[in-house]
């Protein structure tokens, strides 16, 4: 039985590093790259304008248009599903086997990743419909389904999105969540798993039973908190190694285009090539901020706005947040503390979250390891809520009967326990294919309706130039 298990384990291992290789990383990219061309860099050229709307009183509320929760609340409720473990762990995963130019592509990947989270979100809100309660639906499966012309593709493509959103749900965003939150609180703490996962699951079932007006209040208060104490944490590290920052920064940008430039690009226990660095810094970068699977497009319909394109630009923000900044923190962090490429005290060499601890300890000591694993919790506890939304309008989606939502909600809260409480080496890599496996179809629709998404984004331009008149005057 062992023997089969472990088989299937390295099956599914193998088609998962398949399936996240070179050609799903160039699709992803590639997206980006596609509709900021075809927009003619629209949306990198209206951040500021998306991040003053991000901030405004207006976005707060309600009144504005139709939907159930404010523009504020909806983004907050996307971030709690991307910032997550990838923040903290997946930025060390990649500094170690990329090295620190990972950190470069990463964020240039992340800057193509706006307009890909743009168009998924402007044509969530653009193709959302209203259910039976009242509330609305939406996300890739709604805009596949009345998007696109050829209606029996569009349902076919719509159904195995909303499928592998559903599986994906309960994998890389309720297992593995739940047993990073279990290991950080027993390593730190001393808590066993179990009682920690009666704790996680008994918070999750109270919040995730109110629905989506329940999460967003949550995630309205817990994620920009969450953000801010870890970016104030980073900020700390990185003023406290300021005399490394200089030569962190050289090996950031020096050994994202030319390894061997520095020490034939050996670093203490890392050596990395150039391809390695951009294959790194990309998957995971993709892997945080999620820009292009279509997650974050399932809670962008449940906003309260007046036009598609006004809510496509506030939720474009959440991938600026996730990886132009804190992500940066991390990786500027880990660079300037010295860290990276030495060993452990167990003679292995230091990665993933054991790095980035061992980062913030340089700076702050035994407090640094508590502001990680703190971290660690509240993001990874944000992000099981934040994808229970979305696997919940995915199955919505699949099973229109709405009494069955609530058995997914309790069962959705019950898995976490089991998350918490065993080893998902074969979970992890199960749940990272289906997440590729959603990010296909939402990459073919954001292709068919490129033109879509153009015509919306240059008929709203002439909003944008009327509000910065208003706003002069």
Request: proline letters at 2%; glycine letters at 10%; hydrophobic letters at 50%.
């Amino acid at each position: 039985m062992n023997s089969f298990f472990e088989t299937a384990n390295k099956i599914v291992s193998d088609v998962d590093s398949f399936v996240w290789g070179p050609v799903m990383l160039i699709l992803l990219v590639g997206t980006g790259v596609f509709l900021t061309v075809k927009l003619k860099f629209r949306p990198w050229k209206n951040l500021g304008y998306a991040l003053k709307s991000v901030l405004s009183k207006e976005a707060h509320s309600t009144k504005r248009g139709t939907g159930d929760v404010s523009p504020f609340a909806c983004l907050m409720t996307a971030l709690a599903a991307t910032i997550g473990t990838g923040n903290i762990v997946g930025v060390a995963t990649a500094m170690f086997a990329g090295g620190p130019g990972a950190l470069v592509w990463m964020i240039l990947s992340a800057c193509f990743g706006l307009t890909s989270k743009f168009s998924e979100c402007m044509l969530a809100v653009k193709y959302r419909e209203t259910n039976e309660n009242g509330e609305m639906s939406g996300g890739p499966m709604f805009t596949m389904k009345n998007g696109i012309k050829n209606k029996s593709l569009g349902r076919c493509m719509a159904f195995l999105f909303a499928l592998f959103t559903v599986l994906a749900s309960f994998g890389i965003g309720n297992m593995t969540q739940a047993n990073s939150i279990s290991d950080a609180i027993n390593s730190s703490f001393g808590l066993s798993k179990q009682a920690a996962g009666v704790i996680i699951t008994i918070l999750a079932l109270i919040i995730i039973v109110g629905g989506i007006k329940s999460i967003s209040k949550v995630s309205s208060v817990v994620v920009p908190t969450m953000a801010v104490f870890y970016v104030i944490a980073g900020l700390l590290c990185i003023i406290i190694n300021i005399r490394n920052v200089p030569s962190g920064l050289y090996q950031i940008f020096v050994m994202a285009f030319n390894p061997k430039a520095v020490g034939g690009g050996v670093l203490g226990a890392i050596t990395v090539s150039a391809m390695n660095s951009v294959r790194y810094g990309v998957a995971r970068g993709c892997f945080s901020n999620e820009a292009g699977m279509g997650s974050a497009a399932i809670t962008a319909a449940a906003a309260t706005t007046d036009d598609c394109v006004r809510q496509g630009y506030i939720n474009m923000t959440g991938t600026f947040f996730d990886t132009i900044v804190v992500c940066a923190i991390t990786g500027l962090t880990i660079a300037s503390s010295g860290v990276l490429g030495t060993n452990g005290a167990d003679g292995t060499p230091l990665q993933g979250v054991m790095l980035t601890m061992a980062a913030f300890e340089s700076a702050l000591g035994v407090v640094g390891k508590y502001v990680v694993s703190i971290g660690i919790m509240l993001f990874a506890f944000s992000t099981i809520i934040g994808w229970e939304y979305h696997g919940e309008k995915a199955f919505e989606y699949l099973v229109p009967n709405l009494k069955y939502m609530i058995v997914y909600r309790v069962v959705f809260s019950l898995v976490v326990y089991v998350g918490a409480t065993q080893a998902l080496d074969f979970v992890w890599n199960f749940s990272d294919i289906m997440n590729a496996l959603m990010a296909v179809p939402n990459l073919i629709c954001m292709i068919m309706l490129s033109g879509v998404i153009k015509e919306e984004v240059e008929r709203y331009q002439d909003v944008i130039e009327s509000e910065k008149k208003t706003r002069k005057k």
